[in-house]
Nanobody, 116 residues
Framework: QVQLVESGGGLVQPGGSLRLSCAAS????????MYWYRQAPGKERELVAS????????NYADSVKGRFTISRDNAKNTVYLQMNSLKPEDTAVYYC?????????WGQGTQVTVSS
């Protein structure tokens, strides 16, 4: 079965960096686009970044462009989100997602808190 396990969240000061990881299993990872979403308290879940199956194409929400970088290692079945210059408004639970046969599969999420 499809499994996505996020890690790497934590508490960081404004201006700091974190790298999130999402380990995937149960499907042919290199065949699918991967996505990072986030959900802040009281807000809807929003798309942060996406990456094509071979990693050649990436897209970002305007709010994170120039600060976040999505990447993947198909040999390790893992997608990453490098987050730099973090702001308090980046505080949220971050989720990775894969869409497979019109079904969305989500990880359990990892909390990112940006605060001094």
């Amino acid at each position: 079965q499809v499994q996505l396990v996020e890690s790497g969240g934590g508490l960081v000061q404004p201006g700091g960096s974190l790298r999130l990881s999402c380990a995937a299993s149960g499907f042919t990872f290199s065949s699918y686009f991967m996505y990072w979403y986030r959900q802040a308290p009281g807000k809807e879940r929003e798309l942060v970044a996406s990456i094509s199956n071979l990693g050649s194409d990436t897209n970002y929400a305007d709010s994170v462009k120039g600060r976040f970088t999505i990447s993947r290692d198909n040999a390790k079945n893992t997608v990453y989100l490098q987050m730099n210059s973090l702001k308090p408004e980046d505080t949220a639970v971050y989720y990775c997602k894969v869409r497979r046969y019109r079904n969305d599969y989500w990880g359990q999420g990892t909390q990112v808190t940006v605060s001094s």
